[in-house]
Every structure is written in C-alpha cells, then in structure tokens.
C-alpha cells in the first residue's frame, strides 16, 4: 500500500513528481493543512510561510510541466530551523531578543535550497540562540516529540526532529555545535547527519560556537538525507570555514552494500555515559547487523568522553559567551533563565582555560585520527536513553550529562543518527555512524545498509490519536 502523501520520502515525492502523479501545489496545501490541525500538539513550527511555498510550489509545477527539472528535491517542501535566514521572514532564534529580526537575505544553505527547487514551508523551532533548553518563558512553546508527546524532541533542533517524524515536511535542515541535530534525530527516530566541519557553509545561519558550528539535513530515511546533502555540499568564499574541496557526492556508494566495510565498534561510549540495556542491546544488534551484511567488525576504545565533554563545553561557552558579550551584560532579562544561566556561568571562563581547551583538542584529534586510520566507520550510541520527559531535562546537562555527539562536534568528523529500535515505552533509540573526514559517502553506504536489513522505517507516529497536552508548564 502506498504510504499517505505526508508520509512520502523525498525520494518517493520526486519520483512522482517526475512522472506528475504528484502534484507540488496539491502536496503543498496538503502539509499546510497537516500542520495546521496537528501542529498545535508539537509546536514544530514558529511560522508557516504559507504564502511564499504556494508561489514556490506553483513555479516548480509550471517548470515540471514544461519539461524543466531541478533535480530530485524540485517542488519537495522542507523546513529550516529558526536560526537560518530566509530573506523576508523572520529570524528569531525562538529569543524575545529577536522576535522582529527580519532577514534581509537568504543564507547560504536557503539559496542552495531555492536553485534546487525546493519549497520553503516554514520556520521551525529551535532551543533560544540553539543553546538554551526546553524553556516554558520564551515567546513560543517548545517542541514535543511526536511519540510521545510528554516527552522531549532533543535540541536544538527540536521543529526539525518533530517535523519530520510527524510527517509535516519530508525534510528539514538543522544545526549541530554539539549534537543538535543528531540528537533530535536520535530522540525522534529520523535521520540527522552532521557533515564535516566547512563542507557546508554557515552564511547566514546565527552563530553559536565557530569552531564546532556545522548545518545539516534532517530526513526520515538515509536515501533522502543523502539527496539533501548532495544539494547542501559546496565551497562559499565568504565562509572563512568552508573547505574547497571537490563534490563529495554523498549519494555515490548507495546500496552498495558494506561487504569488506572496517567497522570499529564503540560500546564503551555508551557505558561510560550509563546507558540503558536497551540502548546497548540496540547498537549492539547494529554491529550484528552491520557483521551479517559483510562487514569487519572490531571493538575498539577512544578516548574517554569525560575529556571529549570538557574540551568542547569550554570552547563552546567560551565562543557562545564571546558572541553573547554585550547583550549579557546589558540586558539579561530579556533571555530566557535556561540560556541566561548558561552564559553567566560561561562568563566564569578565561582564556587560559580556552587555550588550554584547544590544546586538548589537538590531542583528541591526534587520537581519533590514528584509531580511524584503521577504520572506515564507527558505530557507537547517539544518546544513553530513550527521550526523556520535556519537564526532566537538566539546565546544565552539557556538564552532568554530556551528549555522546559531542566527539564528533570536538573533532570535526561526520557523523549520522538514526534510528535502531524501540524502547518498551515505545520511544525510538537511535545508533551513531560516525566516518573519517569528507567520508559522508561510506556513512551513508553503511547507515543505508542497515536501513535496508531492518523494518524500522515502517513504523511512524500517530498524531492523529494523540491527546493533547495541557502541563502546568504551560
């Protein structure tokens, strides 16, 4: 049976399309509706630029039906997340701060978007600047997961991770300084990656911590990701961070199979972080999976997270501080109290103990680098738990619970969420892929792989039979 028009992929939607048994304005108004009657349950969206998709949405019809294509994501609705700019609309970051910052241009990542044909269809929400939390004082409400609607999307790109799993948009595009999208991703059992540091530029897109910012797509299935991916990748001189390299072409080594893939195997990353049976016993089963299908599976060990989490958190709040300066100490009020206590205590930091940060990223980065040299992947958990309730969420769990992203974020790596099962409560668990440098393309060859062994992808969200919430929170 086919899947409903909203549950589509991207790749299902730009084959009909192609063929026009699909209609861009009908899928268009079709979302539209959808998040109009479900989106009060997991507030994904900021705003819904309505008017702007359908005269999207109405030209790439006009250009399927004159024979002209834009590649597969032409006349394909997605979402950005509420810190990357779309010219005309509204940036906010989901801060009082912001809340008429009118974007006087589209940034890069939304102009690569547009050549392609894509249709924007909102603004989605986001933790305050992408580095507060599920915070209740904020000019919007937060996102909730659509498996459960108590329980947290993950951030900070929570709109994107609830959108896509509710099936209101295909796509989205998120940010990741510390696992912001791999950890909506991993909590609402979709498809996040976060490319390598410069393979996509960061133009337009507010900053948080330079040296650990990264922008990537946020999907249901592996093959969509790698289409978004495609049209994301590539060199911008007015990006000092962004590599000049060649196309990476993410989607080369799909359905290839991983048969000879070294894959280095990481329990230890979610034992030291505490995590459930479950969750080991899930990415487990993907290193049986993944060793069925062909691949050489070896256990290895990195360095502990402990000085993952310290390095990255220091840099991060040393460069978050840095952008927040003035407005911290001019203003306070006007942040939300999650994001305001983490930049007073960011505060506290000084540039000794930045350099000092930088020193033992080098080091880190020396370490990972020898251990990968003998690896094509790694597999290892995205989180220690399933998503825990909204109200649960510690104000400084960057320090008592550093996300297992963070690694990647400290050394610059690709690295891809997804999800690998369910908990008894019936919330996703996810698995981390995480590659070389540039090697997006063996991430997806393997996170394909996987996808293709196993039944995960059938199963979705009912928003429709939900209830909705009403917390005192609110």
């Known amino acids: 049976m086919p899947a409903p028009l909203h549950f589509m992929t991207v790749a299902e939607l730009a084959k009909g399309i192609a063929a026009k048994t699909v209609s861009p304005v009908e899928l268009t108004k079709a979302l539209i509706a959808r998040v109009a009657a479900l989106d009060g349950m997991t507030h994904s969206f900021i705003e819904v630029t309505a008017d702007l998709a359908l005269a999207q949405a109405k030209k790439a019809e006009d250009e ?34 912001l809340i008429d910052n009118w974007a006087k241009d589209d940034a890069f990542v939304t102009q690569k978007l547009k050549a392609a044909g894509a249709i924007i269809l909102g603004k989605l929400a986001t933790h305050e600047f992408a580095m507060g939390g599920p915070s209740f004082d904020l000019p919007f409400p937060p996102a909730r997961n659509p498996w459960n609607l108590a329980h947290f999307t993950g951030g900070s790109s929570s709109g994107s991770g609830a959108a896509v799993a509710a099936g209101f948009l295909p796509a989205a595009l998120g940010t990741d300084t510390g696992g912001s999208i791999r950890l909506p991703a991993a909590f609402c059992g979709i498809v996040g990656m976060k490319p390598t540091y410069g393979l996509v530029s960061r133009r337009g897109v507010l900053p948080l911590s330079q040296s650990l910012d990264h922008i990537g797509p946020m999907t249901w299935t592996v093959e969509d990701n790698a289409i978004l991916m495609k049209v994301l990748a590539g060199h911008d001189r007015l990006d000092p961070a962004s590599a000049d390299r060649p196309d990476p072409a993410p989607e080369a080594l799909l359905g290839t199979g991983v048969k000879g893939l070294r894959v280095g195997y990481l329990p230890s990353l979610g034992e030291q972080a505490d995590a ?14 993944l060793a069925d299908l062909g691949a050489v599976v070896e256990e290895i060990t990195l360095p502990p997270l402990a000085d993952f ?13 840095a952008i927040h300066e003035p407005q ?6 006007l ?4 994001l305001r206590d ?13 350099v000092q940060a930088l020193r033992l990223r080098a080091e880190l980065v020396a370490a990972v680098a020898q251990t990968m040299s003998r690896f094509d992947i790694v597999v290892c958990a995205a989180t220690a738990t399933p998503a825990p309730l909204i109200t649960d969420v510690p104000k400084f769990g960057l320090f008592n619970k550093p996300p297992l992203t963070f690694p990647f974020n400290v050394t610059g790596m690709p690295s891809l969420t997804m999800c690998c099962g369910f908990s008894a409560a019936g919330l996703p668990l996810s698995v981390q892929i995480a590659g070389y440098a540039f090697g997006e393309a063996t991430i997806y060859r393997a996170a394909r792989a996987y996808e293709a062994a196993t039944a995960w992808r059938a199963r979705r969200p009912t928003l429709e039979a939900a209830t909705p919430m009403s917390l005192a929170a609110e």
């Open 335 to 338: 942040y939300g109290e999650i």
């Open 64 to 97: 399927v039906m004159a024979g002209i294509s834009r590649g597969p994501l032409h006349g394909v609705p997605v979402g950005l997340k509420d810190i990357i700019d779309l010219k005309g609309v509204r940036t906010t970051a989901h801060s009082h701060q």
């Open 309 to 321: 989490a310290a390095c990255g958190s220091m840099i991060l709040l040393s460069e978050a501080f």
């Open 276 to 289: 459930t049976g479950e969750v080991k016993d899930a990415v487990a089963s993907v290193a049986t999976t």
């Open 342 to 354: 983490r930049l007073l205590l960011a505060g506290l930091i000084d540039a000794s103990d930045y």
């Open 328 to 333: 911290i100490k001019g203003k306070p009020e």
